[in-house]
């Protein structure tokens, strides 16, 4: 049913109309984000400061803990061997550390995720109704989808 102002202006004028208040809507949708993303970015900004800050610090207040213990151990024995011992325990901590961290930079390389693209070849070739797609996989791997949606992978 038309309404007043199609027949005064139209079909063309009211679709005219449509799509620049669309347009005005798209512009204000966009500065909205705009200036969303520029109040998240200087929070961000200023939390990553602060946090680095906070590293800083904690890491002058760990030397201060290690000189502390260094002058603890010093009022049993002498001061070069205190702080010797305390030295020795940190290279044994930084070692024990370096060798755990080696271990699972090994375990996490190559970073590709290759269940996830194992899970989008399945998913791709049932999607196409290719029959063959999941029988070319080993009976034992069952896909997380799968699992999720409670078949058994077939």
Sequence with gaps: MPTPA?????????????????????????????????KK???LGVGVGLGVAAAVF?????????????????TAMSTWLAIL?????????AAILGFV???????????????????AKLTTNALKGDPDGGAARPSHEVGVASERLG????
Aim: hydrophobic share 50%; proline share 4%.
């Design 101 to 119: 961290a080696l271990n699972r930079i090994k375990k996490g390389t190559p970073p590709v995720p290759e269940q996830a693209i194992r899970e």
């Design 58 to 74: 904690g890491l002058y207040g760990l030397g201060f803990l290690f000189a502390a213990i260094a002058a603890g151990l010093a």
């Design 151 to 154: 078949s058994d992978g077939h």
């Design 85 to 93: 011992i305390v030295t020795l325990g940190l290279f044994v901590i």
């Design 41 to 43: 970015v200087a929070n």
């Design 6 to 38: 199609t027949e005064q202006n139209g079909l063309g004028a009211t679709a005219k109309d449509v799509a620049e208040h669309a347009s005005s809507l798209f512009r204000l949708e966009l500065e909205l984000a705009t200036l969303e993303l520029k």
